[in-house]
T-cell receptor, first 118, second 114 residues
Framework: AQTVTQSQPEMSVQEAETVTLSCTYDTSESDYYLFWYKQPPSRQMILVIRQEAYKQQNATENRFSVNFQKAAKSFSLKISDSQLGDAAMYFCAYRSHRFTGTASKLTFGTGTRLQVTL | DTAVSQTPKYLVTQMGNDKSIKCEQNLGHDTMYWYKQDSKKFLKIMFSYNNKELIINETVPNRFSPKSPDKAHLNLHINSLELGDSAVYFC?????????????FGPGTRLTVT
């Protein structure tokens, strides 16, 4: 079974600075997808960015980028130019590539609460 | 138009009661899910349906029963509610069950059992 670990329960960053959230995962599969979700106080789950394991190039979405290290099974999220609206819980998640009866689920890490200060 | 909607958003009830949470998606997706987020914010899959067929059934007490009347709806019925059932329940949907298919989440239902 796959597991996802987020070792930072809380992080803090000053507005306009850069912060990196860590995520490691364990899997025996070679093809899969990794995601970062944001959950603000409204509790809506919002997809921030995703990475296909077969792609070597790191995904980027505006101020959000990832550092995907497949051999190390590491998938960190970098937020540049942090804004007050970035304050939220961030969840790293894993999903298998193959569709079988149990392959379509998202497996989440325990989350990192990000505070953004002035 | 809301893509994935859940009713109710908040539910407060007493132990031993039976309650239902409804989920509807207007995205034309084939696959729907229920996730549970506990008090420590940990999110875990409970069930998944593809075209009204149950495809994922994690280790969930049989007091929880999902029902999919059609592929746009996935309801969650909970019998004999217990204090430990207090959580936020999220419905989600995706086009198919592939890993590449993005899952869209509903706003969540906060269930409080007293």
């Amino acid at each position: 079974a796959q597991t996802v670990t987020q070792s930072q329960p809380e992080m803090s960053v000053q507005e306009a600075e850069t912060v990196t959230l860590s995520c490691t995962y364990d899997t025996s599969e070679s093809d899969y997808y990794l995601f970062w979700y944001k959950q603000p106080p409204s509790r809506q789950m919002i997809l921030v960015i995703r990475q296909e394991a077969y792609k070597q190039q790191n995904a980027t979405e505006n101020r959000f980028s990832v550092n995907f290290q497949k051999a190390a099974k590491s998938f960190s999220l970098k937020i540049s130019d942090s804004q007050l609206g970035d304050a939220a819980m961030y969840f790293c998640a894993y999903r298998s590539h193959r569709f079988t009866g149990t392959a379509s689920k998202l497996t989440f890490g325990t989350g990192t609460r990000l505070q953004v200060t002035l | 138009d809301t893509a994935v909607s859940q009713t109710p958003k908040y539910l407060v009830t007493q132990m031993g009661n039976d309650k239902s949470i409804k989920c509807e998606q207007n995205l034309g997706h084939d696959t729907m899910y229920w996730y549970k987020q506990d008090s420590k914010k940990f999110l875990k899959i409970m069930f998944s349906y593809n075209n009204k067929e149950l495809i994922i059934n994690e280790t969930v007490p049989n007091r929880f029963s999902p029902k999919s009347p059609d592929k746009a709806h996935l309801n969650l019925h909970i019998n004999s509610l217990e204090l430990g059932d207090s959580a936020v329940y999220f419905c989600a949907s995706s086009q198919g069950g592939l890993g590449s298919d993005e899952q869209y989440f509903g706003p969540g239902t906060r269930l409080t059992v007293t």
